[in-house]
C-alpha cells in the first residue's frame, strides 16, 4: 500500500482541516487517529474531496486543549502507526515574555549582521 501523506489546508471556526493522499495513487478510504494527552479527539471527519483524489480531513479542536501553555493533538495513521502531522497550540500570558525575548535577541542577532554586512562592504572595496 501506498503512504499516506497529510496537508493542512486551513484552520477554520474551530476545526483544524487537511487533505489525505496516498503516494503514487489511490487507496482506500483512510483512518486517522486524533489525539490529545493520549485520549481520542472526538468527531474526526473523513470523507472524499471535492477538488482531488484525495480525502478530506476534519478535526475538530477540543475545548480542553485550549489552555495556558503548548498544547498538542497528534495526528496519525492508523493502519501503520505512522504519525502524519502534529496541530499545537501556544497560548497565555507568560508565554508573552517568551516571545519578547525571543525577539529581542533576533533584534540583537540582525544589527550584529547588519554591522559585519557593512563592514565587509566597506573592506571589499
Known amino acids: 500500500m501506498s503512504q499516506l501523506t497529510l496537508t493542512k489546508t486551513r484552520l477554520f471556526e474551530g476545526a483544524w482541516e487537511g487533505v489525505l493522499r ?3 495513487g489511490s487507496g482506500p478510504e483512510p483512518v486517522v487517529d486524533v489525539t490529545y494527552r493520549q485520549k ?6 473523513v470523507a472524499p474531496h471535492d477538488d482531488s483524489d484525495g ?5 475538530p479542536i477540543p475545548s480542553e486543549s485550549l489552555n495556558d ?5 497528534v495526528i ?6 505512522e504519525r502524519l502531522d502534529t496541530i ?3 497560548a497565555g500570558e507568560a ?10 535577541l533576533l533584534r540583537a542577532e540582525l ?3 547588519k554591522r559585519a554586512f557593512r563592514r565587509h562592504c566597506v573592506e571589499t572595496m
Open 95 to 104: 508565554l508573552a515574555d517568551d516571545i519578547r525575548a525571543e525577539i529581542d
Open 69 to 73: 501553555g503548548v498544547q498538542t493533538l
Open 40 to 45: 481520542p479527539v472526538p468527531d474526526v471527519a
Open 55 to 59: 480525502w478530506a480531513l476534519r478535526i
Open 76 to 81: 496519525s495513521d492508523r493502519a501503520s502507526g
Open 22 to 24: 496516498y503516494e503514487g
Open 111 to 113: 544589527d550584529m549582521l
Open 88 to 90: 499545537t497550540f501556544i
